[in-house]
T-cell receptor, first 109, second 114 residues
C-alpha cells in the first residue's frame, strides 16, 4: 500500500524564519493534501496540490509527481503556525487518504 | 458554531464494553468519514460513506461498525473494546466522496479504554 514519509519530524524556528516541510510517497498519487493539526487536535485543510505549485497566503506547496515528493514552504513564520503539519496522499478516485506521521513545528517569539 | 459535532468529547470505557461515538454535520455534505489517531500510529482512514452508503472500509475489525440513521449522521459503534482502541476518533465530511475535496474535520472524540 501507499507509504508517506514526512521530514523533518520536528522543527523549531524563531518567529519570522521560513519553514520547509517535505513529503515523500511510495506510489502514484491522484491527490495530495496538506493539513494543519492544532495543539488542541483539530485538523484543517491547508492546500490540495497533486502537481505543480500552489500558493495561499504565506504557504507555498510544490509537488513533483514523477519524483513522488511534495514540499510545503511557510514564509515569515508566526507563533500561531505552531502545530503539526500532515501530508495526505490519495490514489484512485475515491477519497481514501494515507497520512504521514507529520512534522511538528514550534515557532518561538 | 461548529458545523461538525462529535459527542462526547472525552470518553472512558472499560475493556470489553461497547460505546457509540456520535457525529453529525450541518454542512449539507453527502460524504462522511471516520478516522483514528493514536499515539503509536499516524492518522488512519477508517470508513467513508456517501449518500448513507458505505464506500470504503479500511478497518479490519468487525468490532467497528458505522451507523448512518440520517444523511447528516454517521455514528461509530465499537464493541468488545480493547486498550489498543484508545485513540482520538475524528469524524469528517465533504460535499462528495471524490478526492478533489479535502474534508472538514470535527474536533474528535478522545477514547480511553482501561
Amino acid at each position: 500500500g501507499q507509504q508517506v514519509q514526512q521530514s523533518p519530524a520536528s522543527l523549531v524556528l524563531q518567529e519570522g524564519e521560513n519553514a520547509e516541510l517535505q513529503c515523500n510517497f511510495s506510489s502514484t498519487a491522484t491527490q495530495l493534501q496538506w493539513f494543519y493539526q492544532s495543539p488542541g487536535g483539530s485538523l484543517v485543510s491547508l492546500l490540495s496540490n497533486p502537481s505543480g505549485t500552489k500558493h495561499t497566503g504565506r504557504l507555498t506547496s510544490t509537488t513533483v509527481t514523477k519524483e513522488r515528493r511534495s514540499s510545503l514552504h511557510i514564509s515569515s513564520s508566526q507563533t500561531t503556525d505552531s502545530g503539526t503539519y500532515l501530508c495526505a496522499i490519495t490514489s484512485g478516485g475515491n477519497y481514501k487518504p494515507t497520512f504521514g506521521k507529520g512534522t511538528s513545528l514550534v515557532v518561538h517569539p | 458554531d461548529p458545523k461538525i459535532i462529535q459527542k462526547p468529547k472525552y470518553l472512558v470505557a472499560v475493556t470489553g464494553s461497547e460505546k457509540i461515538l456520535i457525529c453529525e454535520q450541518y454542512l449539507g455534505h453527502n460524504a462522511m468519514y471516520w478516522y483514528r489517531q493514536s499515539a503509536k500510529k499516524p492518522l488512519e482512514f477508517m470508513f467513508s460513506y456517501s449518500y448513507q452508503k458505505l464506500m470504503d472500509n479500511q478497518t479490519a475489525s468487525s468490532r467497528f461498525q458505522p451507523q448512518s440513521s440520517k444523511k447528516n449522521h454517521l455514528d461509530l459503534q465499537i464493541t468488545a473494546l480493547k486498550p489498543d482502541d484508545s485513540a482520538t476518533y475524528f469524524c469528517a465530511s465533504s460535499l462528495t466522496g471524490n478526492n478533489n475535496q479535502a474534508p472538514l474535520f470535527g474536533e474528535g472524540t478522545r477514547l480511553s479504554v482501561l
